[in-house]
C-alpha cells in the first residue's frame, strides 16, 4: 500500500479560510444552476477604456467618472499621468456606472448632490480625416520587446524630468526616450536619394561618470559610432552629434538605430532630441537652443510620444429631483506633472498634451505644482429643471473651440453611429440567446481591438491598455487563437510573426527567462493557427523554426538539473520559472516543476499533428519516438509526487515533491492546460480526475480560489482554464456555468481585472484593466461550448444551458474557424417552445464526424460533408 504524505500546513490552512466560502457557495449553486449576468461579484473600484481601436491614445475612465490618461510615465493617480475628475463644491455620492450599450463605450456615471442628480457620459469624439496630422517625418519604431517585473511587464518608452539641464537649451533635452530592451529605433521619412544631415541630442540626468553609458548609435548610410555623452559633456549637460546619412536601400526612409552597449554599467540607451537638415547643419549652439527646430526638414521630442490630434468630451446633466431650490458650484480636479490656467482662452493645461477647456472658470486653487482644482461659476436649479456642462478635453496639439451645449448631442450621436455601424469589428460570429453573455462577448471583442496598437505597420494584440501594453508569448497565444476563431486570420498572423521575431540563436524563446514553457506555447500557437485556416503552404514558411524549437525543447532536457540521476526533475526540464501563483525564483525556492513540463509536451504534440499532416513522416517518427519518453518520464515522476487534498483528493502539485508546501490550486494554470488545449490526458487518467475533484474543492462564487497571485484572492479568467479542462472532461453544464460565473466577475462596465477579493473580502486588486487575456479567454469558452473540436471530430452543444433553449430563441455561429473549415451552425427554438432545430453547413476539409450533444443526453452524427439538420423536443430532450 502507497503511504501518501499529509502536508499538516496546507490542510489546516485550507480548512479554517475555505470552509464557510466553499459550503456557502456549494449551498448557492445547487439552487441557482444558471443565474443571469448582473456583475454580483465585480471587483469594487474598475477602470473602462474609451479610446478608438487600435489608437496609441489609451484614455481611461475611472469609476467616478474620472479620465485618466498618459500611464506609466509619472507617479500620478493609479500610475497615469493625466487625471481629471469633475466634481461640486460639497462632493458627490456615487451611484453607479454603465456603457451605453456594450459596442458603444460611452460611460454613463451617475452620481448624487442632494436633490440633483448627476449624469456624466464621456466618449471620444470620432476624428474627421482633417482633424487626423499628416503623418510625422520622424517617427520611433517598436515597442519593448521585454520589460518585465513582479506584476508584468512596464511598457515605459519615454521619461518626463529625466534631466534638469544646467544651461539654457530646448526644453526636450528635459525628457528622453529610454528603452529596456537595448533599442531606440527611428525612422526618418525621405525622398528617394537625398543625403540628410541626422542631429541627435542628448542630456544625461541618470549616469554621472564617464563610461557607464555608452552608446552605439547607427544612422543608415554610414558604420555604427559609438558615443559617450557623459564622458564628451558631463551629466545633465546637453550634447549633440551629427550624422549624414542617406536612404541606402531606397525604401523611402532612413533607419536611425541608437543601442545600449553590452557589458556597460547601464546597457539601456537613452535619447533626448533629434533633428534632420537636408542642406547644412545650422550651428551647433543654435540647435542646442531651439533656435533651428522650424528650418528643421523633422524634429523629433523623443521624450513625448507623438500622439495622433484626439478630442474626447465629457457631457455632464444635472437634475433637481426635489421640491426646492438646488445651488451648485462645479469644479474640476486636475493632476499632472504641471498644470497651469491660461486665463486668456480659458483653458486648463494639464502635462504636455492636454488641454480641458469649459464655460467660465471662477478661481483656480493651486494645490502643489501637479494639482490644482478649477472652480467654476456657481448656478441654481428650480425644482424639475436641467442644466448641462460639457468638458471638452483636447489632447495631441488639437486645437478647436470648446464643444458647445448645442454642438454635444450630434456629436454623441456621430460615435455612436461609429461604433454601432463603422468600427470594422468581427462582433456577429457568434449569436447567443442571453443577451447578458451577448453583451459580455461584444464588450470582450471591443476591448481586444481598443488595447491593440499599430506597430511597425502591422496590428500589434496586447493584453491590456495600461501594465501590460505588450504581448507576451502566454497571453499572446491565446488572444492570437480568439482573433482566428473570429475569422481575423491575417490580424493573427501580423502577430504570430511578431511573436517569432523573438526566437533566439538556439531555436528557443525566453521573452522571460527561464520560462521554457515559450517554446511550447510557440508549437501550439503556430500549429494551432495553421490548423484552424487549413493553410499548409503558410505553416511551411515557419517550419524550420519549428523544428529550431523542438531540438531546443530536446537540448533543455540535458541540462542542469535535467542531467542529475539525483534531481527529481532528471531527465525532464531545468528548473524553471512557474508564474501563475507561485514566485520560485529564490535561491532556497528553485525546485522542479511541472508547468514548464506540461507546456512543452503540449507543444511537441502539437508539432508531430503537424508533421504528420504535412507528411513529414520521418521527422514525425523522430519526433514521436523523443516524445513518448518524456511523456513516459513525466508519468514516472507524476506518480512520485501524486498526493492528497485535505478532502482526500488524490492531486499533482506543480512544484515537484511539494518542496514548497504550496496550496494544492496554486498556479495549476499549466494543468488545466494540459487538459485543454493540450490534450495530454485521457479522460480517465487519475492526474485528470483527482488533480480536477481537489480545484472543484475550492470554489467560492463558483471560481477556483487562491490559484493566482493573489493570497485569498481569484484569478478571474483562471474560470476559462478550469471551464475547457471540465468540458474536455465531459462536464458541459459544469462548463458553461463557469462561463455564467466568470462574466459575473466584471465590471458592470464589463472589463475585468486580472485578481480581486471575492465579494466583501476586500479591495486589493492584481494587474491590468480592461484585462483582455480574460476578454479573449471568455470568446474561446463560449465558442467551445458550443463547438469543440476533439480530434476528428467536431462535437457540438456540449455545453448548451437550458435556458438558451426557451420559445423563439436562436443560437448561431457565423463562420467560426475550426480545424474543419469554417463553421456555420444554427440552432432555433420554435415559437411554441417545444422543438429545437439544429442546422449545420457542410464543412469543407477533414473531419471524421460532427457529433450533435443533446440536451437530455445521447448524440446525433452528421456527415461532415453534408451537413444537415437535427429535430429534437425540448420538453423531454429526445429526437
Same mark, same amino acid.
Not at 497651469?340 to 488641454?355: A, E, K, Q, S, Y
Not at 503558410?538 to 540535458?558: E, M, P, S, Y
Not at 462574466?743 to 477579493?757: D, F, G, I, L, S
Not at 450533444?853 to 445521447?858: A, K, R, V
Given at each position: 500500500?502507497?503511504?501518501?504524505?499529509?502536508?499538516?500546513?496546507?490542510?489546516?490552512?485550507?480548512?479554517? /479560510?475555505?470552509?464557510?466560502?466553499?459550503?456557502?457557495?456549494?449551498?448557492?449553486?445547487?439552487?441557482?444552476?444558471?443565474?443571469?449576468?448582473?456583475?454580483?461579484?465585480? /471587483?469594487?473600484?474598475?477602470?473602462?477604456?474609451?479610446?478608438?481601436?487600435?489608437?496609441?491614445?489609451? @484614455?481611461?475612465?475611472?469609476?467616478?467618472?474620472?479620465? =485618466?490618461?498618459?500611464?506609466?510615465?509619472?507617479?500620478?493617480?493609479?500610475?497615469?499621468?493625466?487625471?481629471?475628475?469633475?466634481? $461640486?463644491?460639497?462632493?458627490?455620492? &456615487?451611484?453607479?456606472?454603465?456603457?451605453?450599450?456594450?459596442?458603444?463605450?460611452?460611460?454613463?456615471?451617475?452620481?448624487?448632490?442632494?436633490?440633483?442628480?448627476?449624469?456624466?457620459?464621456?466618449?471620444?469624439?470620432?476624428?474627421?480625416?482633417?482633424?487626423?496630422?499628416?503623418?510625422?517625418?520622424?517617427?520611433?519604431?517598436?515597442?519593448?520587446?521585454?520589460?518585465?517585473?513582479?506584476?508584468?511587464?512596464?511598457?515605459?518608452?519615454?521619461?518626463?524630468?529625466?534631466?534638469?539641464?544646467?544651461?539654457?537649451?530646448?526644453?526636450? =533635452?528635459?525628457?528622453?526616450?529610454?528603452?529596456?530592451?537595448?533599442?531606440?529605433?527611428?525612422?526618418?521619412?525621405?525622398?528617394?536619394?537625398?543625403?540628410?544631415?541626422?542631429?541627435?541630442?542628448?542630456?544625461?540626468?541618470?549616469?554621472?561618470?564617464?563610461?557607464?553609458?555608452?552608446?552605439?548609435?547607427?544612422?543608415?548610410?554610414?558604420?555604427?559610432?559609438?558615443?559617450?555623452?557623459?564622458?564628451?559633456?558631463?551629466?545633465?549637460?546637453?550634447?549633440?552629434?551629427?550624422?549624414?546619412?542617406?536612404?541606402?536601400?531606397?525604401?523611402?526612409?532612413?533607419?536611425?538605430?541608437?543601442?545600449?552597449?553590452?557589458?556597460?554599467?547601464?546597457?539601456?540607451?537613452?535619447?533626448?532630441?533629434?533633428?534632420?537638415?537636408?542642406?547644412?547643419?545650422?550651428?551647433?549652439?543654435?540647435?542646442?537652443?531651439?533656435?533651428?527646430?522650424?528650418?528643421?526638414?523633422?524634429?523629433?521630442?523623443?521624450?513625448?510620444?507623438?500622439?495622433?490630434?484626439?478630442?474626447?468630451?465629457?457631457?455632464?446633466?444635472?437634475?433637481?429631483?426635489?421640491?426646492?431650490?438646488?445651488?451648485?458650484?462645479?469644479? /474640476?480636479?486636475?493632476?499632472?506633472?504641471?498644470?497651469?490656467?491660461?486665463?486668456?482662452?480659458?483653458?486648463?493645461?494639464?502635462?504636455?498634451?492636454?488641454?480641458?477647456?469649459?464655460?467660465?472658470?471662477?478661481?483656480?486653487?493651486?494645490?502643489?505644482?501637479?494639482?490644482?482644482?478649477?472652480?467654476?461659476?456657481?448656478?441654481?436649479?428650480?425644482?424639475?429643471?436641467?442644466?448641462?456642462? %460639457?468638458?471638452?478635453?483636447?489632447?495631441?496639439?488639437?486645437?478647436?473651440?470648446?464643444?458647445?451645449?448645442?454642438?454635444?448631442?450630434?456629436?454623441?450621436?456621430?460615435?455612436?453611429?461609429?461604433?454601432?455601424?463603422?468600427?470594422?469589428?468581427?462582433?456577429?460570429?457568434?449569436?447567443?440567446?442571453?443577451?447578458?453573455?451577448?453583451?459580455?462577448?461584444?464588450?470582450?471583442?471591443?476591448?481586444?481591438?481598443?488595447?491593440?496598437?499599430?506597430?511597425?505597420?502591422?496590428?500589434?494584440?496586447?493584453?491590456?491598455?495600461?501594465?501590460?501594453?505588450?504581448? &507576451?508569448?502566454?497571453?499572446?497565444?491565446?488572444?492570437?487563437?480568439?482573433?482566428?476563431?473570429?475569422?481575423?486570420?491575417?490580424?493573427?498572423?501580423?502577430?504570430?510573426?511578431?511573436?517569432?521575431?523573438?526566437?533566439?540563436?538556439?531555436?528557443?524563446?525566453?521573452?522571460?527567462?527561464?520560462?521554457?514553457?515559450?517554446?511550447?506555447?510557440?508549437?501550439?500557437?503556430?500549429?494551432?493557427?495553421?490548423?484552424?485556416?487549413?493553410?499548409?503552404? &503558410?505553416?511551411?514558411?515557419?517550419?524550420?523554426?519549428?523544428?529550431?524549437?523542438?531540438?531546443?525543447?530536446?537540448?533543455?532536457?540535458?541540462?542542469?538539473?535535467?542531467?542529475?540521476?539525483?534531481?527529481?526533475?532528471?531527465?525532464?526540464?531545468?528548473?524553471?520559472?512557474?508564474?501563475?501563483?507561485?514566485?520560485?525564483?529564490?535561491?532556497?525556492?528553485?525546485?522542479?516543476?511541472?508547468?514548464?513540463?506540461?507546456?512543452?509536451?503540449?507543444?511537441?504534440?502539437?508539432?508531430?499533428?503537424?508533421?504528420?499532416?504535412?507528411?513529414?513522416?520521418?521527422?514525425?517518427?523522430?519526433?514521436?519516438?523523443?516524445?513518448?519518453?518524456?511523456?513516459?518520464? =513525466?508519468?514516472?515522476?507524476?506518480?512520485?509526487?501524486?498526493?492528497?487534498?485535505?478532502?482526500?483528493?488524490?492531486?499533482?502539485?506543480?512544484?515537484?515533491?511539494?518542496?514548497?508546501?504550496?496550496?494544492?490550486?496554486?498556479?495549476?494554470?499549466?494543468?488545466?492546460?494540459?487538459?485543454?488545449?493540450?490534450?495530454?490526458?485521457?479522460?480517465?487518467?487519475?492526474? %485528470?480526475?483527482?488533480?480536477?475533484?481537489?480545484?472543484?474543492?475550492?470554489? @467560492?462564487?463558483?471560481? @477556483?480560489?487562491?490559484?493566482?497571485?493573489?493570497?485569498?484572492?481569484?484569478?478571474?479568467?483562471?474560470?476559462?482554464?478550469?471551464?475547457?479542462?471540465?468540458?474536455?472532461?465531459?462536464?458541459?453544464?459544469?462548463?458553461?456555468?463557469?462561463?455564467?460565473?466568470?462574466?459575473?466577475?466584471?465590471?458592470?462596465?464589463?472589463?475585468?481585472?486580472?485578481?480581486?477579493?471575492?465579494?466583501?473580502?476586500?479591495?486589493?486588486?492584481?494587474?491590468?484593466?480592461?484585462?483582455?487575456?480574460?476578454?479573449?479567454?471568455?470568446?474561446?469558452?463560449?465558442?467551445?461550448?458550443?463547438?469543440?473540436?476533439?480530434?476528428?471530430?467536431?462535437?457540438?452543444?456540449?455545453?448548451?444551458?437550458?435556458?438558451?433553449?426557451?420559445?423563439?430563441?436562436?443560437?448561431?455561429?457565423?463562420?467560426?474557424?475550426?480545424?474543419?473549415?469554417?463553421?456555420?451552425?444554427?440552432?432555433?427554438?420554435?415559437?411554441?417552445?417545444?422543438?429545437?432545430?439544429?442546422? $449545420?453547413?457542410?464543412?469543407?476539409?477533414?473531419?471524421?464526424?460532427?457529433?450533435?450533444?443533446?440536451?437530455?443526453?445521447?448524440?446525433?452524427?452528421?456527415?461532415?460533408?453534408?451537413?444537415?439538420? $437535427?429535430?429534437?423536443? %425540448?420538453?423531454?430532450?429526445?429526437?
Amino acid at each position: 500500500m502507497k503511504k501518501w504524505p499529509i502536508v499538516f500546513g496546507f490542510a489546516l490552512l485550507l480548512l479554517t /479560510i475555505n470552509d464557510e466560502l466553499v459550503a456557502k457557495q456549494k449551498k448557492k449553486n445547487e439552487s441557482d444552476a444558471f443565474p443571469t449576468v448582473d456583475f454580483r461579484y465585480s /471587483i469594487p473600484w474598475w477602470q473602462t477604456t474609451v479610446s478608438l481601436p487600435d489608437d496609441p491614445d489609451k @484614455v481611461l475612465v475611472g469609476k467616478e467618472g474620472q479620465i =485618466f490618461a498618459d500611464f506609466g510615465l509619472s507617479r500620478g493617480p493609479r500610475g497615469f499621468n493625466t487625471f481629471i475628475h469633475s466634481d $461640486v463644491v460639497g462632493g458627490t455620492e &456615487w451611484v453607479s456606472q454603465s456603457l451605453l450599450s456594450a459596442r458603444v463605450p460611452i460611460l454613463r456615471t451617475k452620481r448624487r448632490a442632494g436633490s440633483v442628480d448627476i449624469i456624466e457620459e464621456t466618449f471620444t469624439v470620432i476624428p474627421s480625416e482633417h482633424n487626423n496630422l499628416h503623418p510625422p517625418r520622424l517617427v520611433r519604431l517598436g515597442g519593448e520587446k521585454r520589460v518585465t517585473g513582479f506584476d508584468g511587464p512596464k511598457t515605459k518608452r519615454v521619461r518626463y524630468g529625466w534631466a534638469p539641464p544646467q544651461i539654457a537649451c530646448d526644453p526636450a =533635452f528635459q525628457d528622453a526616450a529610454v528603452s529596456s530592451d537595448g533599442l531606440i529605433e527611428y525612422a526618418l521619412a525621405v525622398e528617394k536619394g537625398p543625403v540628410m544631415y541626422v542631429v541627435i541630442g542628448f542630456c544625461e540626468g541618470e549616469v554621472a561618470k564617464k563610461g557607464e553609458r555608452p552608446l552605439n548609435i547607427t544612422v543608415e548610410g554610414l558604420e555604427p559610432q559609438q558615443v559617450d555623452p557623459v564622458g564628451d559633456a558631463g551629466q545633465n549637460l546637453p550634447v549633440v552629434y551629427v550624422f549624414q546619412g542617406n536612404d541606402r536601400n531606397n525604401d523611402g526612409k532612413i533607419d536611425i538605430r541608437i543601442k545600449g552597449v553590452t557589458g556597460s554599467k547601464n546597457p539601456h540607451p537613452m535619447c533626448s532630441v533629434i533633428w534632420a537638415f537636408a542642406e547644412k547643419v545650422p550651428p551647433l549652439e543654435r540647435i542646442i537652443a531651439g533656435l533651428e527646430n522650424d528650418t528643421a526638414y523633422a524634429f523629433a521630442n523623443c521624450g513625448h510620444e507623438r500622439l495622433p490630434r484626439r478630442q474626447y468630451v465629457s457631457k455632464i446633466t444635472y437634475s433637481n429631483k426635489g421640491d426646492s431650490t438646488a445651488h451648485l458650484t462645479p469644479k /474640476i480636479l486636475a493632476e499632472s506633472d504641471f498644470v497651469r490656467f491660461d486665463r486668456m482662452r480659458n483653458t486648463l493645461v494639464i502635462g504636455h498634451n492636454t488641454h480641458c477647456q469649459t464655460t467660465l472658470i471662477a478661481s483656480i486653487d493651486v494645490n502643489s505644482r501637479r494639482r490644482f482644482t478649477a472652480t467654476l461659476q456657481p448656478f441654481t436649479l428650480e425644482p424639475g429643471m436641467s442644466e448641462t456642462l %460639457v468638458l471638452t478635453i483636447n489632447r495631441g496639439g488639437f486645437e478647436t473651440e470648446p464643444v458647445s451645449q448645442h454642438e454635444v448631442t450630434s456629436i454623441q450621436k456621430n460615435a455612436v453611429f461609429f461604433w454601432e455601424k463603422k468600427a470594422d469589428l468581427p462582433y456577429d460570429k457568434i449569436q447567443v440567446p442571453d443577451p447578458g453573455i451577448q453583451n459580455m462577448l461584444d464588450a470582450s471583442i471591443r476591448n481586444i481591438y481598443q488595447a491593440r496598437d499599430i506597430k511597425n505597420g502591422l496590428p500589434a494584440f496586447h493584453v491590456g491598455p495600461t501594465h501590460y501594453r505588450c504581448l &507576451w508569448i502566454v497571453d499572446g497565444a491565446f488572444l492570437l487563437e480568439a482573433a482566428t476563431l473570429l475569422g481575423r486570420a491575417d490580424e493573427a498572423r501580423a502577430g504570430i510573426d511578431y511573436m517569432m521575431s523573438f526566437q533566439q540563436a538556439d531555436g528557443g524563446f525566453q521573452l522571460k527567462d527561464r520560462y521554457w514553457k515559450e517554446g511550447g506555447l510557440v508549437l501550439w500557437a503556430v500549429t494551432r493557427h495553421a490548423f484552424l485556416t487549413q493553410d499548409q503552404q &503558410w505553416l511551411l514558411q515557419h517550419w524550420d523554426n519549428l523544428k529550431r524549437v523542438v531540438a531546443w525543447i530536446q537540448n533543455l532536457r540535458t541540462l542542469e538539473g535535467a542531467a542529475d540521476p539525483d534531481a527529481p526533475e532528471y531527465r525532464l526540464l531545468p528548473w524553471g520559472d512557474i508564474d501563475g501563483g507561485i514566485n520560485n525564483y529564490h535561491k532556497d525556492e528553485r525546485k522542479g516543476e511541472y508547468s514548464n513540463i506540461y507546456w512543452s509536451l503540449i507543444g511537441m504534440k502539437s508539432a508531430i499533428q503537424a508533421a504528420t499532416w504535412l507528411g513529414e513522416n520521418e521527422t514525425a517518427k523522430k519526433w514521436q519516438h523523443q516524445f513518448d519518453d518524456f511523456y513516459a518520464t =513525466f508519468q514516472t515522476a507524476a506518480q512520485r509526487d501524486l498526493r492528497p487534498d485535505p478532502y482526500g483528493n488524490i492531486y499533482l502539485p506543480i512544484i515537484m515533491n511539494d518542496a514548497l508546501q504550496a496550496l494544492p490550486q496554486r498556479a495549476q494554470w499549466s494543468f488545466c492546460h494540459a487538459v485543454y488545449p493540450g490534450q495530454l490526458f485521457a479522460q480517465e487518467n487519475p492526474i %485528470v480526475v483527482g488533480t480536477l475533484n481537489m480545484l472543484k474543492t475550492t470554489e @467560492v462564487q463558483g471560481m @477556483v480560489f487562491n490559484t493566482g497571485w493573489m493570497q485569498d484572492g481569484i484569478w478571474t479568467y483562471f474560470a476559462s482554464f478550469y471551464g475547457h479542462a471540465l468540458l474536455w472532461q465531459g462536464e458541459g453544464q459544469k462548463a458553461v456555468r463557469v462561463l455564467y460565473d466568470f462574466a459575473n466577475h466584471a465590471a458592470p462596465t464589463m472589463v475585468w481585472r486580472e485578481e480581486q477579493k471575492p465579494v466583501g473580502q476586500g479591495h486589493e486588486e492584481v494587474g491590468d484593466m480592461p484585462h483582455n487575456w480574460a476578454s479573449a479567454e471568455f470568446i474561446r469558452l463560449a465558442i467551445h461550448v458550443l463547438a469543440l473540436d476533439r480530434g476528428d471530430e467536431l462535437h457540438l452543444l456540449e455545453g448548451l444551458p437550458p435556458q438558451w433553449l426557451g420559445p423563439g430563441m436562436e443560437t448561431a455561429l457565423n463562420g467560426v474557424a475550426t480545424p474543419f473549415g469554417d463553421l456555420f451552425l444554427n440552432l432555433k427554438i420554435d415559437r411554441t417552445g417545444e422543438t429545437a432545430t439544429l442546422s $449545420v453547413e457542410p464543412l469543407k476539409e477533414r473531419c471524421k464526424a460532427i457529433v450533435v450533444h443533446l440536451p437530455g443526453g445521447g448524440v446525433e452524427q452528421l456527415l461532415p460533408e453534408k451537413g444537415g439538420q $437535427v429535430t429534437f423536443h %425540448v420538453s423531454s430532450n429526445e429526437k
